[in-house]
């Protein structure tokens, strides 16, 4: 088919695929509401969650399956032919990441008004893409991002590039790998909940499917399955949280309901701000804090007598013969004690900043950058806007993200994608700050004053998911049978998955919302894998190493190194490295710095050349991943060692300037570019 189809076929191929579609919605419709009766006819929890996972993974099989290719325009762009407005709904789908979809509304939850930094990051990134970068890189017409930034800088669209285009490659592998790890991770977190099976083993189920749709089609099959799966997680997201609007505020628009509902969840707040109980609880996990600090004070005798004590305590159990439950337990405080005096100043730090952060009272979720000093407010607004910062400059420069402008049939359709973009990630993420409320409020209200011997179900499900590091968890502290805010805790990576259990919804809806957080998870996983293996087999293999490779070579490649990726990615996220949210802050901060400058001055500026865009990205990426290893704990740093306050995660604050003053500076200083290049940059701004 003509990437460049005529007006009438290309309306054809529009109310087609719009068939198509709807008659997929409705479709699904129908099993969600089959689903729905078999729960009222008593079939069990276990067998309907198998149903929506395998169900839903079993379709984005079909149509990878179905949308099999050899062809090199299709396996990479999809043959130039994806509508606008499905452009929008896959490129929003590829998008709407597990961070969104899962973790975005947790950290909400728990962080409050600094919680909408990432929502108003992500999206006035896409404001940029549309503004900066997306229009051009259709203009140029190739397939990668790591091709345009070799050819601007490179000496003309049929040169190499040389250590430009390995560069970018390199920053777009770095970068996709660790964005990958984090929605491998969040498959894994769904597998295990809703199947019951072990967490590792549900990162490989989610990784077929993953490797069924990149592997066997690769864009082509990749967008008319994130377009499925936007439908899904769209569906997934507003059903429960109307449900909740509704209990709560008699009014199914969220967004309105969540305006109404904000002063009663403040007053609230209030409320158990003033409980003395909660004082009781918060005091006794600051004693704990400080038995741990003490601990780690008296090192290494502290950890000698604690290794002793476990020994005593074992055999005197065995010795008065004491119950199989209890020499168990001996034997488990024996054999999890830490192996040597680091291991113990490890966890003992941990646990002593784990109890503190309990006993700190939650701060008011309404309230702008809350503090107990002026200065603590300060920096907390400068780090809000750091994350903004950096997350809009991070999204601009997304390889994966970015590829999508190459699948439309013009430029003019390139824009008009990327407003349909916006739109499909709107009616997500204008919801997400009403879901978060809506959750609160009811955990507040309805499971804040309750017994402990009524507690709901779903909270012994979450606990029983990751025993080594529970999701949620209820303990009674303080000793008085009900439930204190201060004795609950849960993750931020678990809170929309559990919110129809958290609601009252049938389990039905549970299954729904894992399926579309599966969705959101597996859209940008097939993304992120497609743009990892396309830069090592068109911009290495076949620009670098062998030009005259045939197509059919070309994507072989490109799909056995996919498949080399992915199996990477999942034993990474099978470690558990951090949480969705740090993971993905991460990535884009790496990306921002990188590839944001070149990308930006290679369109908008003639005198950018070759040796400013190496040394920029060179500078940008190593300014961004010092200030990580220097100020994240995670990573071996010291979270003293902060440059004016700013989070780690907030590092292209200070790489994203570093590489622009680079590229700028260094390409005043030496020779102008070449005539191809400066021309490039004349063919790509002028009209289409």
């Not at 109980?277 to 005798?301: H, I, K, M, N, S």
């Not at 199989?324 to 005096?341: D, F």
């Not at 359709?413 to 609160?440: D, G, H, N, Q």
């Not at 012994?460 to 999701?471: E, G, I, M, Q, T």
């Amino acid at each position: 088919m003509s990437t460049n189809p005529t007006p009438g076929v290309k309306h054809g191929y529009f109310k087609k695929l719009s068939r198509y579609y709807l008659s997929y919605t409705g479709a699904f419709a129908v099993f969600l509401a089959a689903l729905a009766l078999l729960e009222q006819e008593g079939m069990p929890r276990l067998w309907i969650g198998y149903l929506f996972m395998f169900a839903t993974i079993a379709l984005y099989a079909i149509i990878g399956v179905i949308c099999r290719t050899s062809n090199v325009t299709e396996y990479y762009v999809a043959g130039r032919r994806v509508p606008a407005m499905f452009n929008g709904m896959a490129t929003a789908a590829d998008w709407i990441s597990a961070a969104s979809f899962i973790s975005l509304a947790g950290g909400l939850y728990l962080q409050g008004f600094d919680g909408l930094a990432f929502i108003m990051g992500w999206t006035g990134g896409f404001v940029l893409v549309a503004l900066l970068i997306a229009p051009y890189l259709r203009k140029f017409a190739q397939y990668t991002v790591p091709d345009f930034l070799a050819a601007r800088y490179g000496g003309g669209a049929g040169g190499r590039g040389g250590p430009v285009r390995a560069l970018a490659v390199s920053a777009t592998i770095l970068v996709s790998f660790t964005y990958v790890v984090a929605q491998i991770y969040a498959v894994g977190l769904i597998a295990s909940r809703f199947t019951g099976v072990d967490f590792s083993v549900g990162i490989f189920l989610g990784l077929a499917s993953i490797l069924v749709c990149s592997f066997l089609g690769g864009m082509r099959a990749i967008t008319w399955t994130q377009v499925a799966q936007y439908i899904i997680l769209l569906v997934a997201f507003l059903i429960p949280t109307m449900w909740l609007s509704v209990k709560h505020a008699d009014n199914p628009i969220p967004q309105v309901a969540y305006g109404s509902l904000l002063p009663k969840l403040t007053a609230r707040e209030a409320e158990l701000a003033k409980d003395p109980r909660e004082a009781q609880v918060r005091a006794e996990f600051l004693r704990r804090a400080d038995g741990y600090a003490a601990r780690v004070a008296a090192l290494p005798e502290s950890w000698e007598a604690g290794k002793l004590d476990a020994q005593r305590q074992l055999a005197a159990a065995r010795a008065r013969n004491a119950s199989l439950t209890e020499v168990r337990q001996a034997e488990r405080a024996l054999t999890t004690y830490p192996n040597s005096v680091d291991d113990a100043r490890a966890l003992w730090l941990e646990r002593r900043d784990a109890n503190l952060a309990r006993a700190r009272p939650p701060e008011p979720h309404a309230q702008p950058f809350p503090g107990a000093t002026p200065e603590e407010s300060d920096a907390r607004r400068n780090n809000f806007l750091a994350v903004v910062f950096c997350l809009m400059f991070g999204t601009a420069a997304l390889p994966h993200i970015l590829m999508r402008a190459y699948t439309t049939p013009s430029v003019h359709e390139t824009r008009v994608s990327v407003f349909w973009t916006l739109f499909f990630i709107l009616l997500v993420y204008l919801t997400i700050p009403a879901l978060a409320v809506l959750a609160k409020y009811d955990i507040y209200t309805s499971l804040v004053g309750s017994d402990f011997s009524s507690l709901p179900t779903w909270i012994s499900y979450w606990a029983n998911v990751d025993k080594a590091n529970p999701l949620i968890s209820v303990a009674d502290i303080n000793g008085d049978g009900i439930v204190q805010l201060a004795e609950f805790a849960i993750d931020a990576d678990v809170l929309v998955l559990a919110t129809p259990e958290i609601g009252g919804l049938p389990y039905v809806i549970s299954g729904l919302v894992a399926a579309g957080g599966l969705a959101a998870a597996l859209s940008t996983a097939d993304g992120l894998l497609l743009a990892i293996s396309n830069a090592l087999s068109h911009d290495v293999y076949y620009k670098m190493v062998e030009p005259g490779a045939s197509t059919q070579k070309r994507v072989t490649i490109s799909k056995l190194l996919l498949l080399a990726v992915a199996f990477i990615a999942a034993y990474a996220a099978s470690q558990k490295p951090a949480d969705i949210l740090s993971l993905v802050a991460a990535a884009f901060s790496l990306a921002g710095s990188t590839l944001f400058p070149v990308l930006v001055l290679g369109v908008f500026w003639k005198r950018a050349n070759h040796i400013g865009a190496i040394t920029g990205m060179i500078t940008g990426f190593a300014v961004c991943l010092y200030y990580m290893l220097r100020a994240s704990p995670v990573l071996g740093g010291n979270a003293l060692e902060t440059w004016f306050g700013i989070l780690p995660m907030a590092a292209g604050v200070f790489g994203v300037p570093a590489g622009l003053f680079t590229v700028v500076v260094v390409s005043l200083l030496t020779p102008r570019p070449s005539r191809a290049s400066a021309g490039m940059v004349d063919y790509i701004r002028a009209p289409e």
